[in-house]
């Protein structure tokens, strides 16, 4: 079975959150046959890093440096002229080319495309079967940015929700099967959609990077949180902990720490380091010496979709881990038995001073977490799972 597979960001190397899920799901379709893969990258520079890793599991690869002022100019036609934002920063006539070229060579079994971005891409394909993964919705995440801010952005941003839900609805409606990462996510679609069928395919951590770790409590009294540090939801997360919990952690616990992992930290981030109480450390080289190197893992993200994989990597790692009440319902183990779940500066100071202060407590949490990950995370039963599901919808 010949596969096309669509991305709205070329999904090597996979070290975050969409381009590890789009990747992951590319290995497992290369088991059934050739893939050829069409997906923009934000620059010339991520075009080359990209390319040796995808060639290892595709036909073709035809990957695009995006054109960011042609982007851009078109995003701002967008605002005018109507329809989703995402779409016009995605349209790209070397990709309709692409997509007509590969068509003439190919007769594809399947069309597979991630993100909603892609569905102009995806309508357009010739294929006997479809699937959309559509992982979170988008729109939804773009309202609740709309929620939290103010001015000319937060409109934009209430703008692109209301012109890219339609969207979402509709390529869920017509897929064969529609993907999406948490429970939540489908009730959202459901509520707004008829989608034919439509299936929750969590993610998985590699939680075998991670079994040579010494326990939590051998990093000392530091808490930490880990992202991509110019994401706002992110930014807003180290503000909040730096700001707002860590001072109220030092009453109690006078020598704790916070440890702000992850690349490109904004300079709002940057100016939360502190010697002795903040450090801001940037991208991390080895995500497992990153993670060892905290006592307890903080996500107070009180916006966004899907699942974080933060939190599963912490969780892998045997972090002792404390999620905000949003994060909590992407997860499907028990809290306070897994991980804590804790809203507000309040709550989750005290969280952390009580683990800080109880190695004990804190290494029993960090090893359920690990436990709930192998069970309910494991990439190989996730891949598993996805296989089934695609072989039933081709009929292979």
Not at 52 to 61: A, D, S, T, Y
Not at 96 to 120: C, I, K, M, N
Not at 197 to 219: C, D, Q
Request: hydrophobic share 45%.
């Amino acid at each position: 079975m010949d596969v096309l597979f669509l991305a709205h960001r070329a999904p090597f190397p996979p070290d975050k959150g969409d381009r590890l899920r789009a990747y992951r799901h590319l290995q497992t379709l290369a088991r059934l046959g050739p893939v050829d893969l069409v997906a923009p990258a934000d620059s010339e520079a991520e075009a080359a890093a990209a390319l040796p890793g995808l060639r290892e599991l595709c036909r073709e690869v035809h990957v695009f440096p995006r054109n960011k002022p042609a982007a851009l100019a078109r995003v701002g036609w967008g605002l005018v002229s109507g329809g989703p934002l995402t779409v016009a920063w995605l349209s790209d006539a070397r990709v309709a080319h692409t997509l007509e070229a590969l068509q003439a060579r190919h007769d594809y079994g399947l069309v597979w495309a991630f993100s909603s971005g892609t569905g102009p891409w995806w309508r357009s394909a010739r294929a006997r079967r479809r699937i959309m993964d559509l992982c979170d919705l988008d729109a939804l995440k773009w309202e609740a940015l709309a929620r939290s801010g103010h001015g000319p952005r937060a409109w934009v941003y209430r703008l692109e929700a209301e012109r890219l839900l339609p969207l979402e609805v509709a390529l869920g409606d017509e897929a064969d099967l529609v993907l999406v990462s948490t429970e939540q996510e489908a009730a959202d679609l459901r509520e707004h959609g008829t989608p034919r069928r439509l299936e929750v395919l969590t993610n998985g951590t590699p939680w075998e990077a991670f079994t040579s770790l010494a326990p939590p409590s051998a990093a000392g009294p530091v808490m930490g949180f880990l992202g991509q540090m110019d994401y706002p939801p992110n930014v807003a997360a180290a503000v909040h902990l730096a700001r707002e919990v860590l001072p109220v952690v030092r009453r109690t616990v006078p020598g704790a720490r916070l440890r702000i992992m992850g690349r490109a930290p904004s300079a709002e981030v940057r100016a939360l380091a502190e010697p002795g109480a903040v450090e801001v450390t940037g991208e991390v080289g080895d995500l497992a010496e990153a993670l060892a190197s905290i006592a307890v893992f903080v996500a107070p993200l009180d916006t966004g979709r899907g699942i974080p994989n933060k939190i599963l990597e912490a969780m892998a790692a045997g972090r002792a881990t404390i999620v905000s009440g949003w994060s909590g319902k992407a997860l499907s183990g028990e809290p306070g038995r897994h991980y804590l779940v804790a809203d507000g500066a309040a709550e989750r100071a005290a969280a952390v001073a009580e683990l800080l202060a109880d190695p004990a407590r804190t290494d029993a949490l960090g090893q359920q977490g690990n436990a709930y990950v192998r069970a309910r995370h494991d990439w190989g039963d996730v891949l598993d799972h996805l296989e089934g599901l695609v072989r039933e919808v081709v009929g292979a």
